[in-house]
């Protein structure tokens, strides 16, 4: 369901909520931080584990990967059509 606006005498919709819009947007967003999988068998982290975490993060965090996300996002589902009498 939209979320209903009057405007005037006429009632206007949007598409989706804005909750969902910034879901999407979240889920987009590439996290800072990654935590570093352990063996269950050791206490502490080895420093592969951590530069294998740091190596994963930053291919996250890159420019190309992150602007073809944000492209695939259909621009339409974030316009809204306004049609006014």
Known sequence: M?????????????????KELEHQIDSIRPRKRAKVKESPNSRFARIEQIMETKKRLAQQLEPTRLS????????????????LD
């Open 2 to 18: 939209g979320i209903a606006l009057r405007w005037g005498t006429q009632t206007l919709t949007t598409p989706r909520p804005i």
């Open 68 to 83: 073809q996300l944000t492209v695939s996002i259909e621009s339409d589902a974030l316009c809204h059509e306004w049609q």
